[in-house]
């Protein structure tokens, strides 16, 4: 297991270790797609593939030494996006830092006289902190979304579900993407995920990431990936890959709730 400071950095180092593999967030329930992990994709596509899906329920705990005189909460900019109006009855006084992880705030907080952290529960014995509050908000469903990124395609499980990533581009005409998006749906291959992303240096262009039910192997997602692929400019596989159930932590299981 190996840390790194962000998402470029992650996607660096499989890039130098042909047998590491990255585990990084593509999409969020609350904060929504993760851009950051689409653009580095789409910038290594040909590269590195995604191999697996992992799905994370995400239980976040207010973490300090005590919950009197917190005057900074740290954590993430999504945690602290979607509990906006929690931390604002809660402590009013108390002013909100983003850091790069929850993992970096419970350390901020273990440093920081004050301070407390939305993080997640098994931090806390990390870092020498205690569990202020768990879970923040009781029924909120906090879904992260992960892939696996490495060399090479990964592990097949047939008995998984599978979906297929990919990423395209198309003309600049009328219709061209209903054009693209027309052979899915005649050949009943589901569309879960499409995201448009700018084209560094050129202007009103764009590339797009798609995420389908299905994989290669299969007739009718084969079939519309080449009947759509003669409307692209450039159409390329991200990988095939099995989604894994959603995974709960061991310290979340174990909080009283």
């Known amino acids: ?34 851009y950051d992990t689409i653009d580095l994709l789409i910038r290594n596509a040909g590269v590195l593939r995604a191999q697996e899906e992992l799905t994370l329920d995400v239980s976040l705990a207010l973490l300090g ?9 740290y954590s993430h900019f999504v945690p602290l996006s979607h509990h906006r109006e929690w931390i604002a009855a809660q402590f009013p006084q108390a002013k909100t830092v983003s850091l790069a992880s929850t993992a970096l705030a419970a350390a901020k907080a273990a440093r920081t006289p004050g301070s407390a952290a939305l993080a997640t529960p098994g931090a806390a014995e990390l870092y020498d902190l205690k569990v202020l509050q768990f879970p923040i908000e009781p029924g909120v469903v906090n879904l992260t979304r992960f892939y696996v990124v490495g060399h090479g395609d990964g592990p097949r499980a047939p008995r998984l579900p599978r979906k297929t990533a990919l990423l395209f581009s198309l003309r600049n005409t009328c219709g061209s993407l209903h054009s693209f998006l027309g052979p899915f749906s005649r050949n009943a291959v589901n569309l879960r995920m499409i995201v448009s992303r700018p084209v560094p240096g050129k202007p009103q262009t764009y590339v797009f990431f798609v995420e389908v039910d299905g994989t290669t192997d299969e007739p009718h997602v084969a079939a519309a990936l080449q009947r759509a692929g003669r409307f692209c400019d450039r159409l390329e596989i991200i990988g095939s890959f099995p989604c894994r159930p959603i995974y709960k932590s061991a310290a979340a299981k174990n909080m009283p709730h």
């Not at 400071?5 to 593509?26: G, N």
Request: proline share 5%.
């Open 1 to 34: 297991m190996v840390a790194c400071t962000d998402l470029a950095a992650a996607f660096d180092f499989v890039l130098r270790e042909p047998k590491a593999k990255a585990v990084v967030p593509i999409e969020n329930s609350s904060g929504g797609t993760i």
């Open 65 to 73: 030494r005590s919950r009197e005189g917190i005057r900074t909460i």
